[in-house]
């Protein structure tokens, strides 16, 4: 039994290597890659798996983590941010098109229950792929991505009461469209439910978070893989008792810890598992696919395909268009939402099971989903051509409140530009201070709990997680920040988190404090910009106080310092530069560097032109920019004028640097 499990397990992930390589080529997402496994391998296709059942039970596990994880990375207060387009644009986009298949379904002579799981069906969006391809458009931080995110957090949010009503429209009889609960079934139910309520509520509120705080400070990683697997399927178990399905019960699992500090680290541990197990959830859907079915009725279906994808579309254009958003945004959020999504086919599977949706319905609202799905990548890649013919014309401008800009201040923007600080040791703890003060925004990652609460308390922004994981560096971050300090004592998890972070951010600067000069390569190699050897500024400290007591000038000994750091590690840099940068003017002319000086008040330099000084001439030493307040003045001419408070960015070697610092320091009287 065993050995026959494995045998399928294999040639399924080996077809769906192959399909998904081919697909990806073509830019169709990965999930249409396994539905597509699942139509190969079925009874519908070369009936190459047998134990059909053992693959459902896999992919019941990929429910019930997908759910767990989209409970795990819900906020309440990211919703609450977006609470005008998440709120009232997901229930215009929700409602809209549940009301238009609703009727549909009425018009063709469905049964109410049918129809009204038909309007659950094509009213949903897929989370999965529509992110997914945002994420590698870089559209995410854009209006239009805003908009579909606040959008789709509704509708995960509203696919709950749709999959929880399904036992309630397998009750209702053909010719009775409003069936009343008993007043003691109502009773009954209200009193269970809320029952549930507090026991959840009670467990996120005091005893999870408790238990996540002592296994963390363990920093053993199995148990904390152990616990969260527990909470996952111990509260899914728990609410199955009350008649909800167990992949609700993942959900409320992962919202019970959501709310707290551990949950991108948990996250980013059960995402492997997760996708895994999802996989055999869309592969069990392929091996539903009829694919005589679609041969029999490709006509019919090719007409669904374009109603769904053009009345799906032009509804998710209304919801901005509703709230005032231009029409270039709302069109491109409604390109974007214009395929079926993956709670669609939860739905729909257990909707066939209970007997509302029959087979002939069934199977083509499976191929309609899976196309739509396979379409959306080229359906998004319309929108800038079709958005561009729209805002020609005069009418649709107009209508569109005269606007087809995408300039609106009103969407949430992520952290741009920012530090991410690796570690709240004592480096980390000093540079966020020195940040702090310079007015940098940060973001700090730590791993320890107490160090967390400690950081949490001062009113840093922590986050909880492991470094070596990618989705806590996103959560983080990374991919759109200026610089990652990574400041940790582990050289195995430090090498990692710096192929990880550039793999993540190509443009990001990666700078690293290590213990030894011997790891500094290894680290260049791997990504790092700047390696920071504490052995080597160990040396560098104990000669500075060696000199002091032999009375060698200050002047002198920071020339040293300078001297020494950059002959010190030039030989270690083999990482290759990127080219235009102020970095390859260093690498390529030795014993040169750049570097800044406040020009102080009653200063040598202060209120001098460059001419007038003539600094380059005299000292040697080039102003390459200035910075005055929050501008930054290039170009400089001999008719640029020193400041007192001014920022001079200099370059020159480091005898001249450390000569001409007396010029911009105030003068003694």
Request: some cysteine; hydrophobic content about 50%.
């Amino acid at each position: 039994m065993a050995l026959e499990l494995l045998t399928d397990i294999l040639i399924i992930f080996a077809i769906a290597l192959i399909v998904g390589i081919i697909f990806n080529r073509i830019k169709v997402p990965p999930l249409v890659a396994f539905i597509l496994t699942g139509i190969i391998v079925g009874p519908f296709g070369f009936s190459i798996i047998h134990d059909q059942d053992q693959v459902r039970s896999l992919a019941e596990i990929g429910i019930i983590l997908l759910l767990f994880t989209i409970g795990l990375e819900f906020s309440f207060k990211d919703l609450w941010k977006i609470r005008l387009i998440a709120i009232i644009g997901g229930a215009l986009q929700v409602g809209l098109s549940f009301a238009f298949f609703f009727g549909l379904a009425l018009l063709n002579g469905l049964p109410v229950n049918e129809a009204v799981l038909l309007g659950f069906l094509f009213s949903l969006s897929s989370t999965a792929i529509v992110l997914k391809i945002l994420h590698q458009t870089g559209e995410m931080d854009s209006p239009h991505g805003s908009i579909a995110l606040g959008i789709l957090i509704f509708q995960d949010l509203a696919a709950i009461p749709m999959i929880m009503a399904i036992p309630f429209l397998a009750s209702i009889p053909q010719f009775n469209p409003m069936p009343l609960l008993s007043g003691e079934a109502l009773v009954s139910l209200v009193v269970r439910d809320l029952a549930i309520v507090l026991v959840l509520v009670a467990a996120a509120k005091w005893i999870i978070p408790r238990v996540m705080y002592e296994i963390s400070r363990s920093r053993n990683q199995e148990l904390f893989l152990l616990f969260v697997i527990l909470t996952c399927f111990g509260v899914a178990w728990m609410v199955s008792f009350t008649g909800i399905s167990i992949a609700i019960g993942a959900l409320l699992a992962g919202l019970i810890i959501s709310g707290s500090e551990y949950s991108h680290q948990a996250a980013s541990i059960v995402l492997p598992f997760r996708d895994i197990f999802t996989s055999f959830f869309f592969i069990s859907v392929g091996m539903l696919v009829n694919i005589q079915f679609l041969f029999d009725n490709f006509w019919f279906v090719a007409f669904l395909i374009v109603i769904v994808i053009i009345v799906k579309a032009l509804l998710a254009t209304a919801a901005p268009l509703a709230l005032g958003y231009p029409l270039r945004t709302a069109v491109m959020t409604g390109l974007a939402l214009a395929q079926i999504g993956e709670f669609s086919f939860i739905i729909a599977q257990s909707g066939f099971i209970t007997g509302i949706l029959p087979f002939g319905i069934y199977q083509t609202f499976l191929v309609v989903a899976l196309i739509t799905m396979a379409a959306t990548p080229f359906v998004i890649g319309l929108s800038q051509p079709i958005t561009t013919i729209l805002c020609e014309i005069p009418a649709l401008s107009k209508v569109a409140r005269g606007s087809c800009s995408t300039d609106d201040t009103s969407i949430r923007r992520v952290k741009k530009d920012h530090l991410v600080i690796i570690g709240y040791g004592v480096t980390g703890r000093n540079l966020a201070l020195t940040a702090r003060k310079a007015g940098i925004e940060y973001t700090i990652i730590e791993l320890n709990p107490d160090l967390v609460t400690e950081a949490r308390k001062q009113g840093e922004p922590v986050v909880f997680g492991d470094a070596t994981t990618e989705g806590v560096l996103e959560h983080a971050g990374i991919p759109t920040a200026r610089i990652a300090v990574v400041a940790i004592n582990d050289p195995v998890a430090t090498r990692k988190i710096v192929s990880i972070s550039r793999s993540l951010a190509h443009g990001i600067s990666i700078i690293v404090r290590t213990r030894y000069i011997s790891e500094v390569e290894a680290l260049k190699e791997g990504g790092a910009d700047e390696v920071i050897a504490e052995e080597f500024e160990t040396s560098v400290e104990i000669f500075t106080v060696v000199l002091n007591k032999y009375f060698v000038p200050r002047d002198r000994i920071e020339s040293f310092i300078i001297d020494v750091r950059a002959n010190g590690y030039r030989i270690l840099r083999s990482r290759t530069p990127v080219q235009g940068t102020l970095s390859d003017l260093l690498r390529n002319i030795p014993n040169t560097t750049i570097t800044a000086f406040t020009v102080e008040h009653n200063s040598p330099l202060e209120g001098k032109t460059l001419g007038e000084f003539n600094l380059r001439k005299r000292h040697n030493i080039l102003v390459l920019a200035i910075r005055r307040g929050d501008s930054v003045i290039t170009g400089l001419s001999g008719e640029s004028r020193l400041e007192g408070g001014d920022i001079a960015i200099v370059y020159a070697i480091p005898d001249d640097i450390a000569k001409g610092a007396v010029l911009f320091k105030r003068a003694e009287t």
